[in-house]
């Protein structure tokens, strides 16, 4: 096994969906997971402190492009529109590795209480860095927090639907959460 290889991250969380899906969590060690990836335990320590984490690979990167989208929009952009601004910041960096991982994930997670509540976390805490951005652009926190939940969800149902469409790796995931935003505003404005 070679220790320096490159992109054993992405390896580790990979080799890891793939056998929590094919034997469930429960049943899956750390040293298989290793093995798996190609690479040694402690090199699964180094990037990860244990294997619950692995779902949540990429959150802080995430959580930050997010918010610097926000941060980034232009200064008369609503709040949904500096959302979006975060959506398209964030989107641009899942790409079709993330893409071909997604049915994977989405199996794995709905087999395992364990994952679907780090899962949950992982949601909150994306929430909390848009509501965190748009305050720190002077918008009112209740209106944050609303449009940093929508944002959440904007992008949960672009991602599922960006995975599940088959017309190909073409299509960015930007356009899909975009999409499901709209979707979204227009649902609350007949919430009256």
Do not use: C, N
């Given at each position: 096994m070679s220790r320096w290889e490159p992109g054993a991250r992405e390896r580790l969380v990979v080799a890891?969906?793939?056998?929590?899906?094919?034997q469930g969590y429960d049943a899956t060690t750390v040293a298989?997971?290793?093995?798996?990836?190609?690479?040694?335990?402690?090199?699964?320590?180094?990037?990860?402190p244990d294997k619950r984490e692995l779902l949540v690979a990429g959150q802080e990167t995430?959580?930050?492009?997010?918010?610097?989208?926000?941060?980034?929009?232009?200064?008369d952009a609503s709040p949904l529109e500096a959302v979006a601004a975060g959506l398209?910041?964030?989107?641009?960096?899942?790409?079709?590795?993330?893409?071909?991982?997604?049915?994977r994930l989405k199996a794995a997670?709905?087999?395992?209480?364990?994952?679907?509540e780090r899962d949950t976390l992982?949601?909150?805490?994306?929430?909390?860095?848009?509501?965190?951005?748009?305050?720190?652009?002077?918008?009112p926190d209740p209106t944050a927090a609303?449009?940093?939940?929508?944002?959440?969800?904007?992008?949960?149902?672009?991602?599922?639907?960006?995975?599940?469409?088959?017309?190909?790796?073409?299509n960015e995931l930007a356009g899909y959460a975009l999409a499901a935003l709209d979707e979204l505003r227009a649902a609350s404005a007949s919430l009256g």
């Open positions: 890891a969906v793939d056998l929590f899906t094919e298989q997971i290793a093995e798996r990836a190609g690479v040694t335990k402690s090199t699964f320590f180094r990037h990860f995430l959580s930050r492009l997010l918010a610097e989208g926000i941060a980034d929009a232009p200064g398209e910041r964030a989107s641009a960096a899942m790409g079709p590795g993330s893409r071909e991982l997604a049915p997670v709905a087999a395992s209480t364990e994952l679907q992982k949601t909150v805490s994306l929430a909390a860095a848009m509501t965190t951005a748009l305050v720190a652009r002077g918008v609303l449009a940093g939940e929508l944002g959440v969800l904007a992008f949960k149902r672009g991602y599922a639907a960006w995975a599940g469409d088959d017309r190909g790796a073409e």
